[in-house]
DNA sequence: TTGTATGCGTTATCAT
DNA sequence: ATGATAACGCATACAA
């Protein structure tokens, strides 16, 4: 490997010219630059990003920290869209991405900040943290410069990018309320989401505000799997048969509650109309097809990371980005 | 941050003897070890992986290139699913994984190796890349250890990981002409995957041994994409209306085909049988549930990560590995 | 415009 | 068992 000493001799020149030609200062000849040029590419010189690194005090990398990066949830094609938007934005910039990943599985011997302290990563995306992970205040109090995603917390170094899960659940409160729906129920993911939180509040305040009211025993908790889906929705059912229409607080649940719903006789829509959150691949490939709020997947991991960039480049404030959302009325859903 | 510096001032010992004691050498004493160990503690030491690979000229990163990483590739949890297996197994080890991407739309104005050596990246793992990619060769050839997903070439620092694609494309002629057919089609991807190639040949010989002649114009290429192979599989019957049943590439182009076949009236399997390729996770959601050959993608996406590191950490020739696959049997075949 | 010297945080060699 | 010292490859303050 040849290194900018190299160079300098080759060329009869110091190394501190060599490194000043080839980072475009100004302060050095057209012609020894041509010539210091024209070496590094006869010696197939590549700079050494490690050294660099150490003398700048900067990696020139992001982490991103994903939650669930695991085999069962490749389904949910969300982790892998966020992913995709991070990747396009660096991509157009001088960072690479270096990927961590926490199965809950594996008991983590280190902490994220430990993580990024070693790799020396210059921010972090994290992706798929619960609230009540031991680490998240950790993350947030701490000093390496972060974007949460959909969790909706800005420290003195952390910003975050999430969609309005409020809004979105409200929506769909609106549309089955405006079908005609008035025994309504919802499956709810665990509490340890902020976006169950939201989905529930904005859920619960607009069917308030058609004078339905959504009882404690018509809420029913899985935990974001596609089997939890299920379980939730025929016990929703057996306390409230007259029950007509669910919101799930995903897709991957609502996916699940269809499955059950139909093996227990149940006609979807006719019988029940079923509405999910987040419009996964799947959702559109399933039948009936689903009715969900469809999320900005791909713009939340590119905002993200335009966020992230930002705060390490242009010393810009920690701040949130909130993408779109949209209801996408499918089959699952019908008049009551 | 705190430095090996650092302590050694603060235990009143030399960074040689914090270092040695940090790593577990033998020749120290336990006490300056303890006192060293605590100190560390005390500061909120975390080593400095940039420094250290600097001085050992070993990153401990390895590189994962994915092309296809793409929005628009989602759909296709192969992708994502490779990546697990390769994550889950790194995650064991001591190396940490820096993603590259190429986008064939972003014209790369690093080739691979470029960004490998800048990055210093111990060993690389290669997936998704054409076998027309001008830097394939560079790839293989070159010194930096790697490992190809899908492409078999060995080199003298390059490896392997795959399925049997030509048995696999056998089995399904087997099957297909088991069922009874004698009218058959395929649907293939383009030229510059090997599979391709491998599935075609596989798919052919094994119809010969039946005194089924796959002609050429029985043969219909498409480019891996669902709307590809709705337009070939169209073709392909208007070519040949007698067709019963076509073998598609990969199960995106076979969603495609049943797409498109049904829209024009065909019953799947009564009319037409379809057979796709890869097992993706589409294929069990879709009217009628897809029969394929299942690979084992995590797999390949563990065993390319074991090879690698193998290679690396054992001096491990580089090899091949060969992971499973499997007829899965669905709704859209039948008998003729 | 160019060169000298220093340091980034570590490991490794060679003394002691 | 421990410590001085020299690397690793690069950027930069300072001098010339």
Not at 143 to 151: K, Y
Not at 184 to 209: P, T
Not at 281 to 301: A, E, M, N
Request: charge should be negative.
């Amino acid at each position: 490997m040849a290194t900018i000493k190299d160079i300098a001799k080759k060329a009869g020149v110091s190394i501190t010219t060599v490194s000043r030609a080839l980072n475009g200062y100004s302060d050095v000849n057209e012609d020894t630059r041509k010539k210091i040029v024209e070496t590094a590419k006869l010696l197939n010189y590549s700079p050494n990003t490690i050294a660099r690194s150490l003398v700048m005090k900067k990696s020139k990398t992001i982490g991103l920290l994903v939650s669930g990066f695991i085999r069962e949830n490749a389904k949910d094609n969300f982790t892998i869209e966020v992913m995709t938007g991070v990747n396009d934005y660096a991509s157009q910039t001088a960072y690479d991405i270096v990927l961590f990943t926490t199965n809950s599985s594996k008991q983590r011997e280190k902490t994220y900040t430990q993580l990024c302290k070693e790799r020396k990563v210059d921010g972090v995306i994290i992706q798929g943290i619960r609230t009540d992970d031991p680490y998240l205040d950790e993350v947030i109090e701490g000093e390496i410069p972060c974007v949460l995603v959909d969790i909706p917390k800005i420290g003195k170094h952390a910003g975050y990018v999430s969609t309005d899960n409020y809004a979105g659940a409200w929506e769909v409160g609106e549309y089955l309320a405006g079908l005609g729906h008035t025994s309504i129920g919802m499956v709810n993911g665990h509490e340890f989401a902020f976006v169950s939180q939201e989905r529930l509040k904005g859920f619960k305040d607009s069917l308030i505000q058609k004078d339905i009211k959504l009882s404690d025993d018509r809420i029913s908790n899985g935990d974001f799997t596609e089997e939890s889906g299920g379980r939730a929705a025929l016990q929703l059912l057996e306390d409230n048969p007259s029950t007509t229409a669910i919101f799930c607080a995903s897709d991957l649940m609502a996916i699940g509650a269809m499955t059950a719903l139909k093996s227990r006789g149940y006609r979807i829509p006719e019988d029940i109309s079923i509405v999910g959150y987040d419009n996964i691949l799947l959702s559109r490939y399933v039948q009936p097809g689903l009715t969900t709020i469809s999320q900005d997947t791909y713009g939340l991991g590119y905002e993200a990371a335009k966020l992230l960039i930002d705060m390490l480049d242009h010393e810009g404030e920690p701040r949130k980005t909130i993408v779109l959302h949209e209801l996408m009325e499918r089959d699952s859903s019908a008049k009551v």
